[in-house]
């Protein structure tokens, strides 16, 4: 009974104890001098268009990926709402001020890197 009440109570303290587990690094994930759509220390701010859904079907759900979070057509992004949707463009506005992400920005900039290190 006494041993069985010591594990108990052992078992508790270390309950208590905040787990200390670190953060893994993703495996799939480039290395940051390859990231060439966002440059070591750039602090354009600017918000990167990562991906364009749009179903197939008359009236289908539209939605985009921008900096890692998802939005669909008539949503708002940061205090801009989603205008219109492309399979390569999204159109973002706020106010007056009108903002059009492209799909292709960082492609450019591979074959642009590509080309100069032939």
Excluded: C, W
């Excluded at 303290?13 to 200390?20: D, H, I, K, S, W």
């Excluded at 990926?65 to 159109?91: K, Y």
């Excluded at 903002?99 to 074959?111: I, K």
């Amino acid at each position: 009974m006494k041993k069985l009440t010591l594990t108990i109570v052992s078992g508790l303290l270390y309950a208590g104890l905040p787990a200390a587990a670190q953060t893994l690094a993703d495996p799939t994930r480039p290395p940051a001098a390859f990231d060439v759509s966002r440059p070591e220390g750039a602090a354009d701010g600017l918000p990167r268009l990562q991906s364009v859904l749009i179903a197939p079907r008359s009236g289908g759900r539209h939605v985009a990926v921008i900096d890692g979070e998802t939005v669909r057509l008539g949503d708002s992004f940061r205090g801009a709402r989603v205008a219109r949707m492309t399979q390569n463009e999204v159109e973002l506005v706020r106010g007056r001020e009108r903002q059009v992400l492209r799909l292709d920005a960082a492609a450019d900039a591979v074959a642009g890197m590509t080309r100069a290190a032939q």
